[in-house]
T-cell receptor, first 115, second 111 residues
Framework: EAGVAQSPRYKIIEKRQSVAFWCNPISGHATLYWYQQILGQGPKLLIQFQNNGVVDDSQLPKDRFSAERLKGVDSTLKIQPAKLEDSAVYLC?????????????FGSGTRLTVV | DAKTTQPNSMESNEEEPVHLPCNHSTISGTDYIHWYRQLPSQGPEYVIHGLTSNVNNRMASLAIAEDRKSSTLILHRATLRDAAVYYCILMSGAGSYQLTFGKGTKLSVIP
């Protein structure tokens, strides 16, 4: 089966600019996650969707980050305005509807550099 | 989610078995033990998971202690492609089924 698709692969922007990342999950996967991975650390969950509804966005910096999942399929994550500390890899993952133990599938991520 | 403890790094010779330990002394009875790995410049990939019994798949084996307070991921013959960061994660038995990553163990494989 096709994997989780993310674009762009790399992005370099100046601080205070805006940026958006796109994710296309595996077909049929109802749950979608966005993670932020800073260099040298494990991924940190930003937001979790179930179909097109938000399950958990408690760690999303809502003053600058936003995310949506239209029609319960593709998702976009936006940062506006970007700060230097937002430099990280942004990972999208998807999974079947809730069933403990099912493997989650991650995309290759978007590497963001804010200068 | 309950916390896990892993060594920061480990080394293995190519074609030898590797045992990656994980301590999770505060695990609850309904927590599943998941292992993921992250190859350089890639997203994490699922390796294996289990609840109480030992598990085997084509990638690895998972040995779970009888009291479930620790587990070991076993790679039977390490290859250069197995060099990665390995994450041991407990998945909560209730609610949102989120993966909470720690720092993991960086495995180096020596040719």
């Amino acid at each position: 089966e096709a994997g989780v698709a993310q674009s762009p692969r790399y992005k370099i922007i100046e601080k205070r600019q805006s940026v958006a990342f796109w994710c296309n999950p595996i077909s049929g996967h109802a749950t979608l996650y966005w993670y932020q991975q800073i260099l040298g650390q494990g991924p940190k969950l930003l937001i979790q969707f179930q179909n097109n509804g938000v399950v958990d966005d408690s760690q999303l910096p809502k003053d600058r980050f936003s995310a949506e999942r239209l029609k319960g399929v593709d998702s976009t994550l936006k940062i506006q305005p970007a700060k230097l500390e937002d430099s990280a890899v942004y990972l999208c993952a998807s999974s079947h509807i809730i069933k403990r133990g099912y493997g989650y599938t991650f995309g290759s991520g978007t590497r963001l550099t804010v200068v | 989610d309950a916390k896990t403890t892993q060594p920061n790094s480990m080394e293995s010779n190519e074609e030898e078995p590797v045992h990656l330990p994980c301590n999770h002394s505060t695990i609850s009875g309904t927590d599943y033990i998941h292992w993921y790995r992250q190859l350089p410049s890639q997203g994490p990939e699922y390796v294996i998971h289990g609840l109480t019994s030992n598990v085997n798949n084509r990638m690895a084996s998972l040995a779970i202690a009888e009291d479930r307070k620790s587990s070991t991921l076993i790679l039977h013959r390490a290859t250069l492609r197995d060099a990665a960061v390995y994450y041991c994660i407990l998945m909560s038995g209730a609610g949102s089924y989120q993966l909470t990553f720690g720092k993991g163990t960086k495995l180096s494989v020596i040719p």
